[in-house]
């Protein structure tokens, strides 16, 4: 066998684009998390339309101090799509994560940049939440046809909470030692994150207690656009700052755990 | 055993707890370029804890590793991304460590005798299968120093035979390879046989016969 001479030279493969394409590979390859998105979504959507019923509910929207009376299927609509975003993305993001970082680590030692590594991993995140955001927004066309003022500021509002719950998994991917701590911890959080916001299931969802769980952004953005007729910019940037917030810490930690720990003197 | 070249690797008094269990209690390694050593030592004794430390991905409580040129690290845990393909696994390390070209990877990949599995997810292989990927992403950059544990966990025969016809091509080019063995018969292939006890290395150096066994 000769020896390899020429392995230096000009890259054969750049690193981002390598890293960006493995990503959302890795990301979408998760099976049941597809099932989930194509049957339970629907599904979802359903059981729940069919408990609300048409009751009228009313709806604080913080911005104007406005209480809307809404139809409760329609709120509903909406808590049960972020709901499902919840824990489909951050079920996806989180296997993808925690199965992959003795690899990543593996390829930082080997020379891959961690930086590069990470860019690649939020892009990949982005290009996978918003495309379930995405299904799971014209999902609900099925149900409810808001307009599509209304449509566009619920598919804002439901990427920024895939977002943000992918982010949540990717933190949780790079700190808890094993699933079922982060696949419990993923349920509980959007559980009861999306599930306060509802004014049918908690009669204390007007309460301003509420302003301070990742879902109220998304909530008041997509419930403002589609049923108060008002698009309310600053509560999506609420939202994103605790998909930024999540992702931030989420990336430290990684760059810490895929760093090299050789002692040299 | 010549000292006039700066060696490939060095490790100096490296120590390890794990809680209140010290593994590693002030251990040396020096390895010249062109010299096999192996590491051999009890279950528990520390090995793998050894070339983790070395490697860079376990913190050690004291010590310090000098490496000169590249290291490559096979792990005896396969560390691999089991939706990837073995072929994807190739392109990701060459990205890696920027390659020019697959040229090394073919030639690995051939000789470890697992081509035809090229389009395979790692996750559908079998395990001798993934270790000898794993081997292969160890070599690909065709590095100066090799930690290599139980780098043949699951290789059938022939291929443990062509495992160190591999060796045998780097050692003559003068690569530094450690390899963590259980087996006494292999000893004789070694230059250095190093034992690990109470967390300590202690060379022996091995009148070297270059027998092959089965061969």
Redesign the interface.
């Known amino acids: 066998?000769?020896?390899?001479d020429?392995?230096?030279?000009?890259?054969?493969?750049?690193?981002f684009p390598?890293?960006l394409k493995?990503s959302v590979?890795?990301q979408s390859?998760n099976r049941l998390a597809a099932l989930l998105l194509v049957l339970f979504v629907p599904l979802w959507y359903l059981l729940m339309t069919s408990i609300a019923g048409d009751k009228g509910l009313d709806f604080k929207l913080y911005a104007t101090g406005e209480m809307l009376s809404v139809n409760g299927k329609h709120i509903t609509l909406i808590t049960a799509g972020l709901n499902s975003l919840t824990m489909i993305a951050g079920f996806v993001v989180f296997d993808?994560v925690r199965?992959?970082l003795?690899?990543d680590?593996?390829?930082a030692?080997?020379?891959?940049r961690q930086s590069t590594l990470i860019g690649a991993k939020m892009l990949a995140i982005g290009i996978v939440a918003g495309t379930i955001a995405l299904y799971t927004a014209l999902a609900l066309l099925v149900y409810w046809r808001p307009g599509f003022t209304g449509w566009a500021t619920i598919l804002a509002g439901f990427v920024t909470m895939t977002l943000t719950y992918g982010s949540l998994g990717l933190l949780l991917g790079v700190l808890v030692k094993n699933d079922l701590e982060g696949f419990f911890l993923i349920i509980m959080g959007g559980l009861t994150d999306t599930f306060l916001q509802n004014p049918l299931g908690n009669p204390a969802a007007n309460k301003p207690v509420l302003q301070y769980f990742p879902s109220f952004g998304p909530m008041q953005f997509s419930v403002g656009g589609s049923l108060g007729d008002t698009v309310l910019w600053r509560y999506l940037g609420l939202g994103l700052i605790w998909a930024a917030s999540f992702a931030v810490v989420g990336l430290i930690v990684f760059h810490f755990r895929t760093r090299?720990?050789?002692?040299?003197? | 055993m010549t000292t006039e070249r700066e060696p490939a690797l060095a490790a100096?008094d490296?120590h390890k707890a794990f809680g209140r269990h010290q593994v590693l209690r002030g251990a040396d390694l020096t390895v010249e370029p062109g010299q096999l050593v192996a590491v051999v030592g009890e279950n528990g004794s520390g090995k793998s804890t050894l070339l983790k430390?070395?490697?860079?991905?376990?913190?050690?409580d004291?010590?310090?590793?000098?490496l000169s040129g590249e290291l490559g690290?096979c792990?005896q845990d396969p560390?691999?991304?089991?939706?990837?393909t073995v072929d994807?696994h190739l392109?990701?390390?060459?990205?890696?460590?920027?390659?020019?070209?697959?040229?090394?990877a073919d030639?690995l990949v051939k000789?470890l005798g697992y081509d035809k599995y090229r389009e395979a997810a790692a996750g559908d292989l079998s395990g001798g299968t993934r270790q000898k990927l794993n081997l292969t992403?160890a070599l690909l950059?065709?590095p100066d120093v090799l930690l290599l544990d139980e780098p043949y966990q699951g290789f059938d025969w022939e291929t443990y035979l062509r495992f160190w016809d591999l060796v045998d091509?780097l050692h003559e080019?003068d690569k530094a390879v450690v390899v963590i063995t259980h087996l006494v018969f292999e000893q004789e292939r070694f230059d250095v046989l190093a034992d690990l006890v109470d967390g300590r290395l202690t060379p022996r150096t091995a009148v070297k016969e270059r027998t092959h066994v089965g061969a």
Do not use: C
Request: hydrophobic fraction near 40%.
């Open positions: 066998m000769s020896a390899p020429a392995l230096k030279g000009t890259p054969l493969f750049g690193q390598t890293a493995f590979r890795e390859r993808a199965k992959a003795a690899f680590r593996r390829l030692f080997a020379g891959f090299s720990r050789r002692p040299t003197g | 100096r490296i430390a070395i490697a860079g991905t376990l913190p050690v004291e010590g310090e590793v000098r690290y792990p560390v691999l991304n089991l939706n990837l994807q392109q990701y390390f060459a990205a890696a460590h920027r390659l020019s070209s697959l040229e090394r030639e000789l992403l950059h065709d091509q080019r």
